[in-house]
């Protein structure tokens, strides 16, 4: 393990994915299954190095953002438990890693996520056979507090919705952006004379048709 965080040290701290040019080298046999590919957002878990959860989750969050992936990798976890710690007979709360090594994803398997997540600096692979991604069955997510249940939209950036519940209920304005892992979309309303952007629930607005 040393050796191998050793190498993983040597890697550029500003390259969170392997060079493009690294994907023609690639043999045939290392891709991604066609049966493996899904078309909605599964849970997946990512193995990493000891100590580099919070870090590939940091480049997995720069690299969506750079690539503009957010509509097909939703959300990087590092689930984290609340428990006691007794330390010289004093009793504090402290929070510690549910999986330490591991990463959960929120994510539509497909050729790009698929080596962008594989390629992200400190990720070993998913878990699976052979590194085969295996998506978490329900009874698997429940225990860990996710939600499972996604609202499906018929809107998207650019497109004007109204709010029908809430705290901006009655309230009109145009969609900037979406995010799918907490399922909501942030508008601009007016708010002291100035337009402040808010995040509201896909369940809470409806799209006005034109």
Partial sequence: ?????????EVPAEDSLVTESSVAEESSADKLDAEDKTTEAKWYVAHTYSGYENKVKANLDKTIENR??????????VPLLDVVEVKNG??????????????????IMND??????????????????????VPLSDA????????????????????????????WKDTAGVVQRMD???????????????????????????????
């Fill in 112 to 133: 790009e996520t698929w080596y962008v997540v594989r390629n992200t600096r400190g990720v070993t692979g998913f878990v699976g056979p052979g590194s085969k991604p």
């Fill in 180 to 210: 799918f892992g907490k399922q909501t979309a942030t508008i601009n309303v007016e708010l002291f004379g100035r337009e402040t952007p808010v995040e509201i629930s896909f369940a809470e607005v409806r799209r006005i048709d034109g």
């Fill in 140 to 167: 698997e997510i429940k225990p860990l507090g996710i939600k499972t249940e996604n609202i499906s939209v018929d809107f998207g950036v650019g497109d004007e919705i109204a709010v029908i519940a809430g705290v």
């Fill in 90 to 107: 004093a009793k504090k709360n402290v929070q510690r890693k549910m999986f330490p090594g591991y990463v959960l994803v929120h994510m």
């Fill in 68 to 77: 503009h992936l957010e509509d097909q990798i939703l959300e990087v976890r």
């Fill in 1 to 9: 393990m040393a050796e191998e965080e050793k190498k993983l040290q």
